[in-house]
């Protein structure tokens, strides 16, 4: 029989450990909630780090490299050459240095001319279906066609269409038109820039219209009837409501089609292949060139991390210019 002050020693402790149950179930719970996002993303996190992060290093690493074909069996003992890779990338007496400045003013050009039309097609098609009609749901899906196509088939498919002269594009452009009266070759000389555009305006502006359509149905529709009860005609309510209102869509959207334009590889290499004609020749592709035809892998990292740097200064100054000080996105 146990006796009254051991009783109450017991309900004591058996009283302070029920006391601190709940703290000690609610720091296990903190520590458990402070680790679980934490492994969520560990994943993500981790193929980030081996798919971007390393190889940019890597790049980074190799640019300061005497790495070439004669060097590449044993690439961690080549020799050092601090930024002799760069001075030869960016010495416009140079012959890498000069086609180095003339693909970089051609890519500039081709970004701008590109992402004009890809941004232009996709608003003038958003704002057709962003009011419910018969068939809307049709041309929808009809307009995403483009981009669900794999980006090779459809840059074939483009190829043969223009490769050859008799080809369907100037049957279309002589015979039926009668735009032209000769039949170009259209991946010979300047020509070719022109295919270049085509194909990647016809591969990004169904993105762009996706985007855009769902920016566009974030207005309020009573925001138009008003404007239309006021007297604004379609080009006021289109520039004084529609671009406002959708102006942060807009910046995400130029922004990541200039980035995804100005680094194209896919289109120009699957067009001409390694032998890119000069008056098409990209950014992307004379890297590419440099480190596997001219199997010169210094020079074209060094050539990739200037770009790199140019790109970055290019977005901030982007989003700076477009975002007042203070502003954020969310804003």
Not at 159 to 181: A, C, K, P, T, W
């Amino acid at each position: 029989m146990q006796s009254p002050e051991a009783a109450t020693h017991t309900e004591v402790v058996v009283t302070g450990q029920r006391g601190r149950a709940p703290g000690a179930r609610r720091a296990g719970r903190r520590r458990k909630d402070g680790v679980f996002p934490y492994l969520l993303i560990a994943p993500a996190g981790i193929m980030e780090l081996l798919i971007h992060i390393i190889p940019m290093l890597l790049g980074i690493y190799v640019a300061y490299l005497a790495l070439t074909q004669l060097t590449i069996a044993n690439w961690l003992k080549a020799p050092f050459v601090g930024i002799k890779n760069f001075i030869t990338a960016l010495d416009p007496s140079g012959p890498i240095g000069e086609q180095f400045y003339a693909a970089l003013l051609r890519t500039s050009w081709y970004t701008v001319v590109s992402v004009a039309l890809i941004w232009g097609i996709g608003i003038f098609a958003a704002v057709m279906l962003a009011n419910k009609f018969r068939g809307n749901g049709f041309f929808r899906t009809l307009f995403l066609v483009p981009y669900a196509l794999p980006g090779f088939v459809t840059t074939i498919v483009w190829q043969f269409m223009f490769n050859q002269r008799d080809g369907v594009i100037n049957r279309f452009l002589v015979d039926d038109l009668g735009i032209l009266d000769d039949r170009p070759f259209w991946l010979l000389g300047a020509n070719s820039m022109i295919v270049v555009i085509v194909i990647t305006v016809w591969q990004f502006w169904p993105f762009a219209f996706l985007m855009l359509l769902a920016a566009l149905q974030s207005i309020p529709h009573e925001t138009y009837e008003a404007a239309a009860l006021d007297g604004a005609s379609l080009w006021k309510q289109f520039t004084q409501i529609t671009l406002p209102m959708i102006k942060h869509a807009n910046v995400v959207l130029l922004l990541m089609l200039s980035l995804w334009v100005f680094n194209q590889f896919d289109i120009p290499y699957l067009l001409f292949g390694a032998a890119q004609p000069d008056e098409s020749m990209l950014v992307s592709p004379l890297i590419y060139q440099q480190s596997f035809s001219a199997w010169n892998f210094g020079v074209g990292s060094a050539l990739s991390f200037v770009l790199l740097i140019v790109l970055l200064i290019a977005s901030a100054f982007y989003v700076r210019l477009v975002m007042p000080k203070g502003r954020t996105l969310d804003d």
